[in-house]
């Protein structure tokens, strides 16, 4: 066909006749022939048919050039008043027209031409619609959602926007049912509720998010919420569909059913745990405890996902979680990415920690924990408890106490006196040398010979000035007829050597703190006070502290998983000074203790500590110049020199007894020493003492079945190591 631009005039009908004609020149045919504005893009190429077998208006031409366009993968925009014939995939980056739908309401523009159209939605989830609408659109044009005003932003030719308008407006209806409360005969509905939620959710986890929502808006169109009603022991539901109604109600009506007899529903959630190994008191004070953290930890129910509604003031949880369903009953809380809002009085989501409505109490005479709790709350205590009830490890703890001692004594003295005068006269002089380092004071023991009192003569000789140990020469002349000492030579060496061994043995459980103590209960005194009664008699009395003296091991032992054992020591041997009972200060004690923390590994002996002391004394007594004449100057001295040396060494070793055969092995090893011991201790047999034959002897030991039932003597003995000697 050729056209004109003067032969054509826009209101008459033109008979189309294009064959393999440019673009661009049927665009400004189409431009004439309509009396619009045409520009062509330049990146518009291209050849086109289009014929028409009669005349048609020229709307009805322009309609059927946007078609063969469409077909050549371009299209027109508008834009004030201009078409535009561009590529199809930069049409919706042309501008354009737009327009405003409003729910199922209103009507969107005909034609082939590229529009953008708004519809907003009343009921339905945007975000849920894109899925659908997706593959109805062209692959050049798009899709949008604005999750803020739930609204759809498409892009697309108007005739097709048309359909899209038709489907949006069928499916943006009403889907929620009404309110449907389900009163409980026999479930509790706090209980009952997660339960049903988590069953009508599948897994329980939340809905991926529809194509184009915005990340953490959820999706509610089809969401079903449970919520308990605790005064009224009922389940308020509202479901998105009758059959999901149905299908709650016929979960509820199979859930809803009296517990068997025996079980521990039908005692009322009550039920009582005895123990074997652990105390109940301390046991039920730490299972206390973990639930009161657990529940601080669950208490705020906060939500990341979505925003968290305002809990019922009924006492239901009000979930708002991130897809697919929400049910509540206790406190108010709402779960983060699950399919549930649900809480439980912690107001945690479905998480299964037990809530801290349980109660726990312990009763010390049977050693039993009474637990007041759901069934699933207690479950978990009842695992929780089986592991804490355990058998706990004890330690064998073994001391080894070693004190050696050396002490050598060396003494030599000569004291010497002469008397001036003669017989008659009334006054004597005296001359000579006096020392106590030899022991005696030869002048003491002078004046109770001349006394001539036995008494005074005994206590100068054995008291404690009188003669010392070892070999002491004396000479005794008369004058005026009394004795008097004229010399007297000391000679003492003495050596001695002490070796004690003290090996206390004490059994603890793992962390408990074990004492023994091996000694005397002595008195200390403190303090003393006398008064003056009215007869002017005199009430004196003395306050009074007993200490223990003796040996004394406190330990406490802890058992590592790599099988060592940290031990808090605490090691004291003390005795009493026998020199000293009769002070008026009271007796004094010397004392050796040991404080300490170690860890070593079981079995193994390691020294906590000791003590090495070598002390040397000397002393000297001598009369100035001629005591220092070689040889002749020991008449005229005293001499005194002492060594000693002590050796003070302790030792440990921990055994760790994990089970009941370890238990047995050391106590027959240890019993059937002690009855050796006593054995070997026997009196010898005699005819005259018959009627004290013999000394008291541990009974033998009987035999002892293990679990198959064979005896203990028929059995290799238990490996136990060896004791300390």
Known sequence: MNTGTGSVRQSEPVTLNFANAEIEAVARTMATITGRNVVVDPRVKGQLNLVTERAVPPAAAFQQFLAALRLQGFTVVEAAGLYKVVPEADAKLQGGSVSVVQGSSG?????????????????????????????????????????????????????????????????????????????????????????????????????????????????TSFKTTLIAEPRSNSLILRAANPARVALVRSLVERLDQPPAPGSSAASGNIHVVYLKNADATKLATTLRAAMAAMGTGGGAGASSAGSTAPAPSGGGLSGNSAGGLSAGGGLSGSSTNTGLGMGSSMGSGTSNEPSTGGQIQADPTTNSLIITAPEPQYRQLRAVIDKLDGRRAQVLVESLIVEVSANKLAEFGIQWQGILGKQGDGTVGVIGTNSGQAGANILGITAALASGNPAAIGSAVTGSNGLSQGLNLALAPRINGQYYLGALANFLQNSGDANVLSTPNLMTLDNEEAKIIIGDNVPFVTGSYANTGNNNTVNPFTTVERKDVGLMLKVRPQISENGTVKMSIYQEVSKIDRATLGSINGPTTSKRAIESNVVVDDGSIIVIGGLLEDSYSQSQDKVPVMGDIPVLGNLFKSENRSRNKTNLMVFLRPIVVRDNATSEALMIDRYEAIRALQQATQPAPSTVMRSVSGAPVLPALPPRPDATGATAASLPASPVQPRLP
């Open 107 to 219: 009507s969107a523009p005909a034609g082939g031409q590229i529009v953008t159209q708004i519809f907003k939605l009343n009921f339905e989830n945007a975000a849920n619609l894109v899925p659908v609408l997706r593959p109805l659109i062209s692959p050049n044009n798009t899709i949008n959602v604005n999750p803020g005003n739930n609204s759809l932003v498409i892009t697309d030719y108007a005739d097709n926007l048309q359909r899209l308008a038709r489907i949006v407006a069928a499916m943006d209806v009403s889907n929620a049912s009404d309110v449907e409360v389900i009163p409980l005969r026999n479930a509790i509905a706090t209980d009952m509720a997660p339960l049903v939620a988590r069953l009508i959710d599948g897994s329980g986890t939340a809905a991926a998010p529809a194509a184009g929502a915005a990340p953490g808006q959820a999706d």
